[in-house]
């Protein structure tokens, strides 16, 4: 026993006080460990593990699984708004490069053409995530699981 300690009574609950602020340190850590080891063991490959980090990671930076889904959402009704914002001025790109105005007119129309479907997109996900998380966060993730989710769905190859 060290002999800053007068009692064994002390040196343990110094040892379990000292256990306990490791694990809050660590805890999230451990956490993300424990799920990833039970990926693997489930079969998960290494793309699927590494789009699960990548979700993780979503989580974390919402805070939804400390906050809660209805302290999030400001939010991501934030992210829908400034998805809105982003196809206003890919639209208007749109509408001004179908205008010919000479060399590269073809390339500034395709890709201006090609923005607002991305946008769109992204406008139809974040406000279909939105409702679906209003209903439930299970059937979020039950589409998720099913790619029944709009992205899920525009990125599936046509068979």
Same mark, same amino acid.
């Given at each position: ?54 979700? @993780?990671?979503?989580? =974390? #930076?919402? %805070? ?10 400001? /939010?991501? &009704? ?38 607002? @479907?991305?946008?769109? =997109? #992204?406008? %139809? ?10 209903? /439930?966060? &299970? ?21």
């Amino acid at each position: 026993m060290p002999a800053k300690y007068k009692t064994e009574s002390q040196h343990r609950e110094a040892r379990l006080l000292s256990k306990r602020r490791c694990y809050e340190r660590h805890k999230l850590d451990e956490r993300l460990k424990s799920q990833t080891h039970w990926r693997k063991h489930v079969g998960a490959t290494a793309v699927t593990q590494q789009l699960l980090q990548q979700l @993780d990671n979503i989580w =974390l #930076d919402l %805070d939804a699984d400390n906050l809660g889904w209805p302290s999030t959402r400001p /939010s991501c &009704e934030g992210m829908v708004s400034d998805a809105k914002q982003l196809l206003c001025k890919a639209r208007e790109v749109l509408s001004h490069s179908l205008n010919p105005y000479g060399a590269c007119s073809d390339y500034l129309c395709s890709g201006a053409a090609a923005a607002v @479907d991305a946008v769109e =997109l #992204d406008c %139809d996900t974040w406000e279909e995530a939105l409702s679906l998380m209003d209903d /439930s966060v &299970e059937t979020y993730f039950d589409l998720l699981k099913y790619n029944g989710l709009a992205w899920q769905k525009a990125l599936k190859p046509c068979s």
